[in-house]
């Protein structure tokens, strides 16, 4: 495997992570201000 497609994989891998945590961490803080 060369380190191009080791590199373009790690950001693919990277953008899946994040879009799927972010909903998460953005409806926890809602969440929290609402129940406030």
Do not use: D, Q
């Not at 790690?10 to 803080?29: D, G, H, Q, W, Y």
Request: proline fraction near 3%; charged fraction near 15%; aromatic fraction near 16%.
């Amino acid at each position: 495997m060369e380190l191009s497609e080791f590199n373009l994989w790690a950001m693919i891998l990277f953008n899946t992570a994040f879009c799927i945590s972010l909903p998460k961490i953005v409806s926890l803080n809602w969440f929290k201000t609402l129940t406030k």
